[in-house]
């Protein structure tokens, strides 16, 4: 007997206002047509103006706490993945521990950008294993209109807000892959990349929050050979082949992206959770975002097994596989 982390429930929060592409093309040199060809995304949603990150994160939270059914006084962990924290400091995590009224435990923030919630997985894991957390609530939770560059159509047309959680919880498993919880992460990092994804600020260089720097084509290239070398990490750790994914949610950044990764792992369309066209890139929100609607409206079910796979800022990127 072994102990998994078993996620006993998810779910997101998305602000009100939709941002569409032709709004967009009102603002800077783009249209529909290209944002749609290029990435797949229709429309994002933005946050309010007096709307924080930890107000989107303490609405999944308490989403995901009730589709599990679990009382947040047993939640001993909460780790908010993000890269736009309410301030620079305390952790936009305790400022959700105090709005969910948890007083036990430990709370702290995330930082792998688009693979926060991918990294977070593997952290969450590694806690409950070691049985330093019983309940524990995982967050992706963004709001990257406030790091964009709204005059850089390069970049402003392919982010938006929201977030998304998860809570899991220490179970007895069997130690193979037919239980059901966290079965492996495998994570990664290369600081060289620096420079193709970045933002251009922060509190000990110019001591202003910044915007958001991206050389896309180079994002692209690595993203489409990294996310499916780390998914090959997670199936060979297993010893499974691509045939035993029933779904595949990875980040939702470009439905380019998507579907070459789908591919390469001959996986059918239809098992592949897409949400890029309504919520455009939410970074570390992007995951439990896309995983919280295939659960609600019935795709994922009890028992099937998901590949999450994800890449972001650093580079960072990585893998999840897991039993639902
Ligand atoms: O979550 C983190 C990971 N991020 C990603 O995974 C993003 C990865 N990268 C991408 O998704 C794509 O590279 C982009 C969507 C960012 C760009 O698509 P692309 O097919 O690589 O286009 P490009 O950068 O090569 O740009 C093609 C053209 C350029 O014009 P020229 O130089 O060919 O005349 C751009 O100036 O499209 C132009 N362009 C635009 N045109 C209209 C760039 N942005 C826009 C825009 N509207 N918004």
Redesign the pocket.
């Known amino acids: 007997m072994i102990v998994r982390a078993k996620i006993k429930g998810c779910g997101s929060y998305l602000p009100e206002r939709i941002l569409t592409n032709d709004q967009l093309a009102e603002r ?4 529909d047509e ?2 749609q060809q ?2 797949g995304i229709k429309h994002r949603y933005i946050a309010g103006e007096n709307e924080l990150t930890s107000d989107l994160a303490t609405k999944a939270a308490l989403a995901a706490l009730e589709h599990a059914n679990i009382n947040v006084s047993e939640v001993d962990l909460i780790v908010c993945a993000t890269a736009t924290p309410d301030e620079t400091f305390p952790a936009t995590a305790t400022v959700v521990q105090k709005n969910l009224g948890v007083t036990k435990g430990a709370a702290f923030d995330l930082q792998a950008v ?1 693979s926060g919630f991918v990294y977070g997985l593997s952290v969450v894991d590694s806690l409950i294993q070691t049985g330093q957390a019983k309940t524990a609530l995982l967050i992706g939770a963004e709001t990257f209109s406030r790091i964009l560059d709204w005059e850089d ?2 970049t402003c ?2 982010f938006g807000d929201g977030a998304g959680a998860i809570v899991l919880q220490a179970e007895e498993g069997n130690g193979d892959t037919s239980d059901s919880g966290i079965l492996s992460t495998h994570i990664y990092a290369d600081g060289r990349c620096h420079d193709a ?1 970045y933002v251009d600020g922060g509190p000990s260089s110019t001591g202003t929050a910044g915007f958001l720097r ?1 050389e ?2 180079e ?2 290239r690595q ?1 489409v050979t990294r996310m499916p070398e780390a998914i090959d990490a997670a199936l060979k750790k297993s010893d499974l082949g691509p045939e035993a994914i029933d779904w595949l949610v990875p ?1 939702q ?2 439905i380019r ?1 998507i579907e070459a990764m789908g591919k390469k792992l001959k996986l059918p369309k239809e098992r592949v959770v897409v949400t890029v066209d309504k919520h455009a ?1 939410t ?1 570390a929100a992007s995951i439990p975002l896309a995983l919280t609607e295939a659960v609600y409206d019935g795709r994922i079910k009890r028992g099937d097994m998901i590949m999450m796979a994800a ?2 800022g650093g580079f960072t990127w990585g893998s999840a596989l897991l039993r639902w």
Do not use: D, P, Q, Y
């Open positions: 800077v040199e783009t249209s290209w944002i290029r990435t688009c159509r390069s047309v392919l994804l991206m896309g084509k994002v692209f993203a980040h950044a470009n992206i890139n970074s890449m972001g």
